[in-house]
């Protein structure tokens, strides 16, 4: 249900001393027939369209079901719409039948004293505004987060409108536009009669914004409009922004995390030209924004983007956040030649389609399909460059596959190896996700009696038993990890080539911990010094377990050891760790080697990443 | 005995205290006993510096007897006539403009209201002139932007004060509507983007947010010159943080002037900070601001909370943060100096949803840094004069260690001068000081992450393929580091002055009134002027040492000498020609020579 997100309509309403008034309404009802819809609206309007197909059945259809939800007459829109005072100034949320209405009421009545006389001595009636309310209408069973962005654009909407309210009195103005053409339509023939609202899209600015913002929630999911010539909004509705065609549900907080996991060591992806991107750029927008897209490339992980840029990295990262929430580029991990990429499942396999084209405009000497079916194996990227492809020589060759993936990255047709890895074993990788947070992990040799001895511990034990047991199986036998591990280590010595093979098979630790017996108490007064590291770090029965590992006995491993310590809470993976820590892969690999009694490794999800996952 | 932890003193009205000597209070009272006066005996007294109060350390600190004086101490500057500038950013969203207001109004509410620093009982009430501009990159406005100029606010006026200024918006506001809907041709829109309106934007009457910034700096110096004698001056900025700086030099020279004239420049931060679902493209830089903030000891304040009146005059965070001049701030400036001060986050949001996403993360994330020593070299001269250019050139003190048992002193003193760089600048010197023999063994370190050192270290010729950003960070920092050396260098000659006494005997033809060098035309090097009288070896070693002073460039004298402003108007010798700014008949402009000062 792709266009649940999409409103159904927009309406302004205001009160005042004309009583409860609807000054616009969009889409409006059309008369006559299709041909007077503006710009063919009703037509754009996909859950009109699709209603049939959509909702079999469904009873109450009548509300929502020609989009323009006619069953409500204006005056009733504006009697339901414009709450009491003492209800403005907060979020407003109304629900009849199957359509819901969401605003933000703001009183402006403490504004536009001043205004008053000046307004209205034109016109004939005498008309003060107390409150006006801008409505989004949408389908009842939105999802609350959508319910939220709504509200936020409505107020958003109402402060800037209040603003020029107080400053120049532009929405009394409008209303007399309103006002005035109202009445000029209730005084026409009766068969000349025409739609107001349609005349009101001629004659009134904020009509046209207004119609402009549900337009462009309905296209794009993003809004830009200038109040009054002077203040700006714009809005995004990542649900929509991020659909590519039938899309999973993105819910605004899973956005926002992700966009905060946003690391170093990820690279951005444009999804746009950066022409078209300069464009859309407000003329003011923050100088810094401009430099990164000038320099942003998918080969350079963030860091080098930030040195590149001479900005900070922290701000580096809020701009590809703020771009990716406004989906005009994505996280991935640079493009490098260990990458192994794959097809994405919802590739489109016709043979002729929109992308065919492009993809021929841009590379005239490639197929599309012959190079998609390149991709159907995953394989390293570098050994693509080394076969098939072409007679071209090698260098130009590289360079012009890296152009190809790239691309087909922006159109979401390729994804990174680990995806498959991720469904095949998606039932143990939920299992795993659960376990990493448990810090306890009791191994095979260890007997029920020690458990007894500490009641706590047990506790947890017991409760993780069945998930470990299938853990230790995940990790006993070949898994992704493993094999990527035994790859990564062999080919360690490029760190600046960050990307680590997987996407989303970040490898994470958990420090299982067992209790032990008190002979291990002297050798802990012997190294007081890394235990005292250890002790801010552990609780007393972690760092016993950790002191009975043989390779504690030597002080370079312990220290090591002491020192990565605080990533050994299964939330940072290896390249999270390389990078704060600040140690090689090699040098890592070894002391999990060595720790590997009380240290694994396990597999979960990138939550930078999850969110592009899912547009695949 | 207790070991202070906050010592608070007081800088009196007449003077302005230069960050030099505010350091030399410290230490001279390193080590020593401090005894607060009283109430009376300070409002009294005539010095510079009092100490106000002091706090000792709340809990026992296990440091050995060694090194004791991690202090921190706080200078506190009452009554004060900081002026006071306000430049509000409209660039964006206008509704910022009320918020602004609202944001200046509490800040100023706040600053006038008496206090008492922690630990005397002595209430100020401090005297804060003010000049409120407005800034607009629309450089089409000719309006005037100075909403209001070097008024002294006190609890009495405020009020009206406030009041006009809100006018003085409101006009500004609708001025710049008027002025960017004219301009704008009847186009749809002067904020709109190109394919909105079918015509191409008009460009060229905005200025680039860059140079907005800068421009800014320099009116507010602008500005605090034109407000009357005061101890403490400082910028306050009220912005939404979209802001950008150009290029480091340029930026440089506006910090240099900044620290050296000691105005603080303070950022107040308008609006929330960064949310991903902000405004298409208008992104805050906290960073920057921060940065400046810290260079140039003021403070950065991402909101700015009511303060109600209360009758415990407590300080509250507008106190704190734009009038206590703290000696040791922290150098780091994405630690978030202002965080911690704030308990109870108050965010007026206008467009609330969601919180906040913390995406702030520690300046240097757990990276170790390189270090690698650039210099190191015994400089003759004391340790307080070395100590003195460099809190001129910014930097700020790190760590102060006293080794008793080896009696020796150490400093260490920091600048941040890139992104992922700093400089450190260590100093050690024999302790207690001696007056007879005085060395100062100092060391360069430059430290930063792997990567930026490796940058730095790099031939230049090898980075063809770096971006234009990176090179000029890079060609800055050893600009930097080139003129510590020089700034060095320059410190020992002047501070060769005693040991020699040609240096300071005025030679003969000198006091008769003859001038020792003249400029000879087109050069930019002195000659000597008395070569003529003889060869004279105490002549020739005099003009060598006053030669390199002579060369100085007089925007640095305040660096290294005791300078006074005298600001005077001058003259113009002949009437001045109706008609300045046009070219006369043979194409050429008029000159105007002004030698004498305007009386009265």
Known sequence: MADKCTPLGIVLVSSGSKGDLLLFRYPYKVETSNETAPNGLSKTNRFALHAQDDLPGNPKRTAASDGIFTCFTDKILAIILTPKTQLCKRPFELTVDDVKFVGFPTLVQDVNQRWREEVTSSVSVQATMIMFNVVFVLHADSHPSLIQCYQDLSKRLAVALKHEERRCGYLSRQAVVVHTTMDEVAAMPEDSEESPFKLLMQRSKLCRGLAGVFQGLTKTGTCHMVINNWIEVSFCLPHKVHKVSHMLKIEKNGMEESVSAIKPYHAILLLERIGDLWEALPMDCSPALRRLIKFASPLKNLQALASDTDLHLSQVFQLVGHLVYWGKATVIYPVCETNEYILSPRVPTERHSALHEEFHQLFPSEFLTKILAEFSLPTPLKEHRLSKIGDYERAEHSANLVKVVVWLLQKRLLTQTCYTTENKRKEKKRLVDKCTHLCLHRTPYRGPQNDSENGKDLETKLDSNPDLAELSKLYGEDSPADKQTDRASSSGGQPENLSYDSDDLSFSMSLEVYSNTDDEQQKLLMRRGMVFMLMERLTEAERKAVLSVPAAQSPEDLKLFARLSPYFRGKHHLEEIMYWANVERGQLYELLDKFRSILITCTHQDAATITYKEFL | ?600
Not at chain 2, 287 to 308: H, K, N, R, W, Y
Not at chain 2, 465 to 494: E, Y
Request: hydrophobic share 40%.
């Open chain 2, 1 to 600: 005995m207790a070991e202070a932890a906050d010592v608070y003193l007081l800088m009196k009205e007449e003077y302005r205290i230069s960050r030099n000597t505010r350091a030399a209070w410290f230490f001279d009272h390193l080590n020593q006993t401090v005894t607060p006066k009283s109430d009376e005996e300070l409002l009294q007294s005539k010095e510079e510096l009092e100490v106000l109060s002091v706090l000792p350390v709340v809990e026992e600190s296990s440091h050995d007897s060694d090194e004791p004086s991690q202090q921190a101490m706080r200078f506190f500057q009452a009554p004060i006539f900081p002026s006071w500038q306000e430049d509000t950013d409209i660039q964006l969203g206008k509704v910022n403009i009320m918020n602004s207001f609202t944001c200046l109004s509490n800040c100023l509410r706040g600053l006038i209201q008496p206090f008492h620093v922690p630990g005397s009982s002595c209430l100020l009430s401090p005297m804060i002139y003010i000049t409120v501009v407005a800034y607009t990159p629309v450089s089409a406005l000719t309006t005037q932007q100075v909403l209001v100029q070097g008024a002294l606010i006190t609890a009495d006026v405020i009020d009206e004060v406030l009041e006009i200024l809100q006018q003085e918006i409101e006009t500004f506001e609708n001025k710049l509507f008027n002025c960017v809907n004219e301009t704008d041709h009847g186009g749809s829109g002067y904020f709109l983007r190109a394919q909105d309106g079918g015509l191409s934007v008009s460009q060229p009457d905005m200025a680039l947010p860059e140079s907005c910034f800068m421009n800014m700096l320099w009116c507010g110096i602008l500005a605090l010159q034109l407000l009357p004698p005061n101890t403490s001056a400082g910028i306050v900025v009220i912005t939404d943080g979209v802001i950008g700086v150009r290029e480091d030099p340029i930026l440089n020279n506006a910090l240099a002037k900044l620290r050296d004239s000691t105005i603080a420049c303070s950022f107040i931060q308008v609006g929330h900070g960064f949310l991903p679902h902000s405004a298409f493209g208008y992104i805050p830089h906290t960073e920057i601001m921060q940065f400046i903030a810290t260079a140039t000891q003021g403070s950065f304040l991402d909101q700015c909370p009511e303060v109600c009146d209360d009758s415990s005059h407590d300080m509250n965070i507008y106190h704190t943060a734009l009038l206590v001049w703290s000696f040791q701030k922290d150098i780091n400036p994405l630690k978030g100096y202002q965080q911690s001060m704030i308990p109870s986050p108050k965010v007026s949001e206008t467009f609330s949803s969601g919180k906040s996403i913390g995406l702030r993360m520690p300046r240097f994330p757990n990276l170790p840094l390189q270090r690698v020593k650039h210099r190191e070299e015994a400089l003759q001269t004391g340790l307080f004069t070395v100590m003195a250019v460099r809190l001129r050139e910014g930097f700020t003190i790190k760590q102060v260690t006293i080794h008793k048992s080896k009696g020796v002193i150490e400093v260490r003193l920091a600048l941040s001068c890139a992104q992922s760089g700093q400089i450190e600048y260590v100093a050690k010197s024999q302790w207690p000081p001696t007056t007879s023999r005085r060395v100062t063994h100092v060391e360069v370190v430059m430290e930063g992450t792997y990567d930026f050192i490796h940058d730095i270290n790099c031939p230049l010729n090898k980075m063809d393929s770096r971006s234009l950003f990176k090179t000029r960070v890079i060609k800055n920092f050893w600009q930097i580091i080139r003129s510590l050396r020089d700034a060095d260098r320059l410190l020992v000659h002047m501070h060769s002055f005693a040991a020699n006494p040609a240096y300071y005997v005025v030679p003969e033809g000198t006091s008769k009134g003859m001038p020792l060098f003249y400029m000879p035309p087109n050069s930019d090097t002195p000659v000597l002027a008395q070569q003529h009288v003889k060869k004279d070896e105490s002549l020739a070693q005099f003009a060598q040492f006053w030669k390199r002073i002579a060369l100085m460039e007089p925007r640095k004298w305040q660096r290294w000498l005791h300078t006074h402003q005298i600001a005077m108007l001058l003259m113009p010798d002949l009437p001045l020609p109706k008609h300045l700014h046009h070219p006369t008949a043979a194409g050429r402009f008029v000159s105007v020579q002004c030698k004498l000062a305007r009386k009265n």
